[in-house]
């Protein structure tokens, strides 16, 4: 499982997320990312991805 590490990942880019769609950021708890229950502002959209990944 690579839980612990996606969890430390984002604690130190500040649970920062860029949505797939309209590459906007948004700042939400991975927990609630994994979970489905943060959307895009923009788009709607449920789709993220950590900032960190090229
Ligand atoms: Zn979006």
């Known amino acids: 499982m690579a839980t612990k ?6 604690r ?5 997320f860029v ?6 950021k948004i700042r939400a ?5 994994l979970e489905g229950k ?7 959209k449920k789709a993220f991805r950590p900032i960190r990944r090229k």
């Open 12 to 16: 130190l880019f500040k649970n920062v």
């Open 38 to 44: 943060v959307r895009c502002r923009k788009c709607l």
């Open 19 to 24: 949505c797939k769609n309209c590459k906007s």
């Open 29 to 33: 708890d991975s927990r609630k990312i």
């Open 5 to 10: 590490l996606a969890v430390t990942q984002t």
